[in-house]
């Protein structure tokens, strides 16, 4: 009996663990911090992501096409693989 | 009972360890593929320009069948663009392995700029 109660203890602290974790696992009320309160929702809203609308690029007669393509030189840096 | 206990706690620490890393993976790559997508629209920009200068007003050519130089350069910029956007929605678990397709996405991205080039000094 003690050794079930132990295996259940030890995989319920686990599901815990991994939710505090892994906070999009939590159900949407459950998220929100204490104290704010929040209408229950009546349809699904869609989320919005910070959407950056792609920057133009336009050039002219008077532009140096050729100065404008040297300028373009696509990279893999080290520095990108480095963690914040 | 204490090695179930091990075995558990292992488990906590591994699985979200594991989630955290591809998620890195997937900053990074969005990051490289941004500043690739700005190249690629500035390749496109000089072929607008340049198709402008020259008074050609076809459309841009997808699926090969290229005759000139301009429709040449035209498809690999348009290959390239093509490349970063399917290299966006790519995930990986390794580093190796996201920085060899990188790797890979800028050769392209340099093919490309090697028939606008082409096509600029002609």
């Known amino acids: 009996m003690t050794k079930k109660v132990w295996i259940i203890a030890i995989f319920i602290t686990a599901i815990v663990i991994v939710v505090i974790f892994n906070s999009t696992l939590l159900p949407r009320g459950l998220a929100l911090p204490a104290g704010r309160l929040q209408a229950p929702l009546s349809s699904p809203v869609p989320e919005v992501n910070n959407y950056n609308p792609p920057v133009e690029v336009k050039y002219d007669k008077n532009t140096d096409l050729k100065k404008e393509l040297e300028s373009i030189n696509p990279q893999v840096l080290d520095s990108d693989f480095e963690t914040e | 009972m204490i090695k179930y206990f091990l075995i558990v706690m292992c488990l906590i620490f591994i699985f979200p360890a594991v989630s955290l890393a591809s998620a890195d993976l997937d900053q990074i790559n969005q990051k490289v593929c941004s500043r690739f997508d ?22 841009r050519v997808a699926y090969g069948q290229v005759d000139t130089p301009i429709e040449q350069a035209d498809y690999w910029v ?19 392995r996201l920085r060899s397709d990188l790797g890979v996405l800028k050769n392209k991205i340099l093919r490309a700029k090697n028939e606008v080039g082409k096509v600029i000094d002609d």
């Open chain 2, 38 to 59: 700005e190249d690629a629209l500035k390749l496109a920009a000089i072929m607008e320009e340049l198709k402008a200068r020259k008074k050609i007003t076809e459309t």
């Open chain 2, 78 to 96: 348009n290959f390239a663009a093509e490349a970063i956007a399917y290299q966006k929605i790519q995930k990986y678990s390794s580093k190796e």
